[in-house]
């Protein structure tokens, strides 16, 4: 059987790490879906990392809960969301994804869960986020933020292609800053945060979660590579139809990572600047995706 070269493309700064550890795998001969959860695991380990795993932003009332997905190229997929107290949650998705016949675990139970199948618990605050907790508590109009997803969140969303051409992606956050206890994003819904058909392609999101869920990002943009749709038109495609639904009037981010089964790659965002990483032919490099709008995310870079 004739090997392809691997491929892997994933969201933000820390994308660029994530792609490290996925290649390395994939290099070695790995599958696709073990390469996405070693490269989620590098940002989830990662304390500087302020949207993902441990050192993550918490919620309204201090704690931090982590949501996740997988998707593998057989068609299964596994997540979890609300999940405190432990911090590789995309393994744990992928856990969900092979031992249980469940889709989605949540809250105390997919803790539970994590703790059974051999996951150590741990303390997720860092004293860096808590202290940013503590600025938020004392702002009179703190409650707004309840209100708008307008905290900027770099959800991690990686995909890859591994030697055999399978592809799979994983997607894991730690949701929007300050958000109301119980509050699920679009990183744990598969169609929303993540999709993966091994026909045809794979996308990941991250960004307000509200609006990616409302169209059902991922997957839309895998059904328009369905239909001979270039990757990057694919995720533009997706994003004018967000823009549309607000007509014109958008004061949210949201960018999309895709990739072909044929190896094509695309990305693109509502604003400036949304940064990818992607792995290609033996190179790992950070680009900037182009924008739809010529705007300027307000909140880009508030929480490193």
């Known amino acids: 059987m004739n090997t ?3 491929i892997v493309i994933s969201t933000w700064y820390h994308g660029e790490r994530a792609n490290e550890a996925a290649s390395n795998v994939l290099q ?3 599958s696709a879906l073990d390469a996405v959860v070693a490269g989620a695991a590098v940002s989830e380990e990662d304390p500087n990392v302020m949207d993902v795993g441990y050192g993550g932003l918490p919620g309204e009332n201090g704690i931090v809960t982590l949501d996740a997905a997988v998707m593998g190229p057989g068609g299964r997929s596994g997540s979890v969301a609300g999940v405190g107290g432990v911090v590789n949650a995309a ?25 059974k199948k051999g996951f150590q618990e741990k303390n997720l605050l860092t004293e860096k986020a ?4 503590l600025e938020w508590e004392k702002d009179p109009e703190k409650s707004s933020a309840w209100l708008s997803e307008q905290s900027h969140n770099e959800t991690l969303g990686i995909l890859a292609m591994d030697q055999k051409g399978d592809l799979a992606g994983a997607c894991t956050t730690s949701g ?27 996308a990941a999101a991250t960004g307000a979660g509200r609006e990616v869920i409302a169209i059902c990002g991922s997957f839309l943009i895998v059904e328009n590579m369905r239909r001979g749709m270039s ?28 990739l072909r089964k044929d190896g094509e790659t695309g990305a693109a965002s509502i604003m400036n600047p949304f940064e990818f990483a992607l792995f290609h032919d033996g190179k790992n490099r950070l680009a900037k995706a182009k924008a739809m709008l010529d705007k300027q995310t307000s909140f880009y870079n508030i929480y490193r």
């Not at 808590?130 to 907790?133: E, H, K, M």
């Not at 694919?234 to 999309?256: K, P, S, T, Y």
Request: contains cysteine; glycine residues 14%; hydrophobic residues 45%.
């Open 130 to 133: 808590r202290q940013r907790w």
């Open 231 to 258: 990757a990057h038109l694919a995720c533009e495609n997706a994003l004018q139809r967000m823009i549309d639904r607000h007509g014109g009037d958008v004061e949210f981010q949201v960018g999309f990572v895709a």
């Open 176 to 202: 929007a800053a300050w958000k109301i206890h119980g509050r699920v994003g679009d990183s744990p819904l598969i169609g929303a945060g993540l999709y993966v058909d091994n026909e045809v392609g794979a």
């Open 28 to 30: 070695k001969g790995g």
């Open 4 to 6: 392809v070269n691997p």
């Open 91 to 115: 393994a744990v998705a992928k856990k969900v994804m092979e031992e249980t016949e469940h889709a989605m675990i949540v809250g105390e139970g997919a803790k539970r869960f994590a703790l």
